[in-house]
């Protein structure tokens, strides 16, 4: 079954860089959407950066230029680089993938799958 497992979240000070990893396993189909949310007010969970099935990637406004999302195939792993990062960044982040898609993705709902959460500390 598939598994995401996420790595790489910690404290910084605004202004500084994190990467996040999420480590995928179990994948049985080769058209996925994946990507990366976190958390906001209570248990709402709002989309950073999302890649398609088709390759197209879409970036929260609030993270655009400041973000990047990407996809390492061999290692099955998914990343998001956080630059320039500021104190309302810090939060709870969560890769999520959703398996056999063929429409864009970016809603909660659209994602099956999801992983346990990476905790982000901006000072």
Same mark, same amino acid.
């Not at 390759?55 to 609030?62: D, H, R």
């Given at each position: 079954?598939?598994?995401l497992v996420e790595?790489?979240?910690?404290?910084?000070?605004?202004? *500084?860089?994190?990467?996040?990893?999420?480590?995928?396993? *179990?994948?049985?189909?080769?058209?996925?959407?994946?990507?990366?949310?976190?958390?906001?007010? *209570?248990?709402?969970?709002?989309?950073?950066?999302?890649?398609?099935? +088709?390759?197209?990637?879409?970036?929260?406004?609030?993270?655009?230029?400041?973000?990047?999302?990407?996809?390492?195939?061999?290692?099955?792993?998914?990343?998001?680089?956080?630059?320039?990062?500021?104190p309302d960044d810090?939060?709870?982040?969560?890769?999520?993938?959703?398996?056999?898609?063929?429409?864009?993705?970016?809603?909660?709902? +659209?994602?099956?799958?999801?992983?346990? *959460?990476?905790?982000?500390?901006?000072?």
């Amino acid at each position: 079954h598939v598994q995401l497992v996420e790595s790489g979240g910690g404290s910084v000070q605004a202004g *500084g860089s994190l990467r996040l990893s999420c480590q995928i396993s *179990g994948l049985t189909s080769t058209s996925n959407c994946m990507g990366w949310f976190r958390q906001v007010s *209570g248990r709402k969970r709002e989309a950073v950066a999302v890649l398609n099935h +088709d390759g197209s990637l879409k970036y929260a406004e609030s993270v655009m230029g400041r973000f990047t999302l990407s996809r390492e195939s061999a290692e099955n792993t998914l990343y998001l680089q956080m630059s320039g990062l500021r104190p309302d960044d810090a939060t709870v982040y969560f890769c999520a993938l959703e398996q056999h898609s063929y429409n864009p993705c970016w809603a909660r709902g +659209d994602f099956g799958y999801w992983g346990h *959460g990476t905790q982000v500390t901006v000072s």
